[in-house]
Structures are given as structure tokens and as C-alpha cells.
């Protein structure tokens, strides 16, 4: 055997690394790397609500390439190589940093409703939260202070998650404001890379509609999971909507996932 060419692993027999709520990580075809599946399973509310919505993960994986490639080419690290097929993607091993970055323009959701602030307010200026990853606890909010006490991150990977946040915020705004759609506001997370004896942090997991805030810039219609949240239905067709106007998927491409698609690039 060739040990310099990439292993073929048949899909049956890969190791399954990790499963999450909407997404499953399987050891990749080299060693520091892994594949991204995209599930079609929705939640909100920790878990709480859950439901299955045929398409998601497609179109999830679909737009999260787009974001990830545009931000590759200007320069922003992120963990993302190329998408392998309609739901799966190569992505480099990363050591996870347990937190949720979010990044709000615009009131909305758990700020609006924390602070009184009426959803759809401007703010003054971006804001970055924190809230340390645990299931078990519901994404505690946290500060600096924790982060570093608790040994999360150092005050120096901190720094550099924030400079991360607000490039992918600032270049976000204006990618989705070109195509109709406020970014209200969005979760990333970051990794440490580790190559050879350097590290540096990327921006990894996923960024969709399923992690943003999306708002059409006309009407405030909802194009993102809030839909599922609120129960008000046409969440496929919202994120096709998104895919659309970013010209990834062709008019008359179906994103179900049912039968053959034409994949462009
Ligand atoms: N978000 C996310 N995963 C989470 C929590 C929030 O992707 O576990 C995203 C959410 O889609 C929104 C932003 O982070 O774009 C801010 O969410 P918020 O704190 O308002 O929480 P929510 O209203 O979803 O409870």
C-alpha cells in the first residue's frame, strides 16, 4: 500500500469521532483531518425541541462551504478544506476551544429579551459574548474573567478570538448586505491548530442559517432557525432563499437531498 496516498475508508466502517445535535464528525482520509456530516435534526431550546427537517443539512452544509471558503480567501484561518458531497465536508483537526462566540448587530433573541431591548433595535456597536459550551448547563453566559480563571483560553487566545469575530462579523455585514439580508446576529467557535510546534486559532464548526440571524433588509422576514424556534414554518424554503441569493444553488436545483442534483464546482 501506498502510505503517502490518502486511505479510502468505505463509508460503513469509519470511525465516528463525535455526534452532535445537528452534526456528526468521522475521522477523515489523513491523519489531522476529519469529515463534517450535516444532519437534518433541528433543536432549540437545549435540546428540548427536536424535529426533522428533510433538506436542512444539505443546504447547511452547502451555505457553511460558501461562508467558509469566502472567509478563507481573504485571509481569515478557518478549519474548512472542501466539501466531499451533499452533506459532508473535509475539515482539519482542531482542538475545540469550548466556547460560543456570538457576535449581534441588532438586538434579537436572548439579548433583547435579558436587557428589555425591543428585537430589531440597532446597537450602538457590535457586541461579543461569550458562553462556555456544556449541554449539561444550557451555555452558560460567561465573561473574560471565567474564561481565563477556569483555563478555557488564555487572555492572548481571547484577543485573538475577538480580532477573528469582529473580521468574520465586518466581512459577513457586508457579503450578506450585497445580497438583500441584515446579519443580526451570529455564534461562531474557534480551535487551536496545531502545525508542527505553531498554533494558531481558526474559526471551525459550522456558519448558517442555523447559527445566524438573518433578517431580508426589506421586510425583517426571517430567513434562519428562528423559524423552527417560533414555529413559523418555510424553513426550507428561507434557507434555499439564502443559498439562492448567494448564487450557490441554480433556480431549479432541489436541496431535499431525494435524488440526483446538478453540483456546481
Ligand atoms: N446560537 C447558536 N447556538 C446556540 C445559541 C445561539 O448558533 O447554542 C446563535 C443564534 O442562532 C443566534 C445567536 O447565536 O444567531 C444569538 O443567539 P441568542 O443568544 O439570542 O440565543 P437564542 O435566542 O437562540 O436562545
Redesign the pocket.
Known amino acids: 500500500m501506498d502510505i503517502n496516498k490518502p486511505r479510502y475508508i468505505p463509508m460503513s466502517r469509519r470511525r465516528r469521532i463525535y455526534e452532535g445535535k445537528a452534526k456528526i464528525l468521522y475521522e477523515g482520509p489523513e491523519p489531522g483531518t476529519l469529515i463534517q456530516h450535516f444532519k437534518d435534526d433541528a433543536t ?2 437545549n435540546a428540548k425541541k427536536h424535529e426533522v427537517i428533510e433538506g436542512k443539512g444539505v443546504l447547511n452544509n452547502r451555505i457553511s462551504e460558501y461562508l467558509f471558503q469566502r472567509l478563507n480567501e481573504i485571509g481569515v484561518p478557518t478549519h474548512f478544506i472542501r466539501r466531499l458531497n451533499m452533506r459532508e465536508q473535509l475539515i482539519r483537526e482542531v482542538e475545540i476551544i469550548p466556547l ?1 462566540v ?1 457576535v ?1 448587530n441588532v438586538a ?6 435579558r436587557l428589555g431591548i425591543d428585537e430589531g433595535t440597532q446597537l450602538p456597536r457590535s457586541i461579543i ?1 461569550f ?1 462556555y459550551k456544556s449541554d449539561k448547563l444550557g ?1 452558560p453566559m460567561v465573561s473574560e474573567e471565567h474564561i481565563t480563571a477556569f483555563g478555557w483560553a488564555t487572555p492572548q487566545e481571547i484577543d485573538d478570538v475577538m480580532a477573528l469575530a469582529i473580521r468574520v462579523n465586518d466581512f459577513l455585514c457586508g457579503l450578506f448586505l450585497g445580497v438583500g439580508i441584515r446579519l ?4 461562531m467557535e474557534c480551535g487551536r491548530l496545531w502545525e508542527n510546534d505553531m498554533m494558531r486559532i481558526v474559526v471551525s464548526d459550522e456558519i448558517s442559517p ?4 438573518l433578517w431580508d433588509i426589506k421586510s425583517n422576514d426571517k430567513l ?3 423559524r423552527f ?1 417560533r414555529d413559523l414554518g418555510g424553513l426550507i424554503e428561507a434557507y434555499t432563499d439564502v443559498a439562492r441569493r448567494l448564487g450557490i444553488m441554480s433556480e431549479n436545483e432541489r436541496p431535499q437531498g431525494t435524488g440526483p442534483v446538478l453540483v456546481k464546482g
Open positions: 432549540a431550546f460560543e456570538v449581534r434579537a433573541g436572548s439579548l433583547a429579551t459574548e458562553y451555555d443580526v446576529d451570529f455564534k442555523d447559527s445566524c440571524r434562519d432557525k428562528d424556534r
